[in-house]
Nanobody, 133 residues
Framework: QVQLVESGGGLVQAGGSLRLACVAS????????MGWYSQAPWKELELVAL????????????YYADSVMGRFTISGDRANNTVYLQMNSLKPEDTAIHYC??????????????????????WGQGTQVTVSS
């Protein structure tokens, strides 16, 4: 099993920045990608950003949702099994609970199955991000 622990959420004014962190532990050798989902009030869970991770041959691949492209950056520290999400130019519509998730499929499938969360078998507890106008 893989355990994920998030940190870094909070309250920020529009235009501000936050950095989320997610530390993985357990059977991490099985993880092929780690990323972040967001769930805004009355909206569906959305894959926001994804980073190839661990023992795949596709190191460094990333995916971003159109809504965050150019504002958010995902990065990883494999030595510490940690993934970060740097969130800049935050907007009120970014207000959501953000969940760290680990995928165990090929990276391209982690992206294509992002809407269904198929292949994402480990989740963090979620961290609240609130952006005030």
């Amino acid at each position: 099993q893989v355990q994920l622990v998030e940190s870094g959420g909070g309250l920020v004014q529009a235009g501000g920045s936050l950095r989320l962190a997610c530390v993985a532990s357990g059977d991490i050798f099985r993880v092929t990608a780690m990323g972040w989902y967001s769930q805004a009030p009355w909206k569906e869970l959305e894959l926001v950003a994804l980073l190839s991770f661990g023992g795949t041959t596709y190191h460094g691949l990333t995916y971003y949702a159109d809504s965050v492209m150019g504002r958010f950056t995902i990065s990883g520290d494999r030595a510490n099994n940690t993934v970060y999400l740097q969130m800049n130019s935050l907007k009120p519509e970014d207000t959501a609970i953000h969940y760290c998730a680990a995928c165990f499929e090929l990276f391209r499938l982690c992206v294509s199955d992002g809407a269904t969360t198929r292949g994402y078998d480990a989740w963090g507890q979620g961290t609240q991000v609130t952006v005030s106008s």
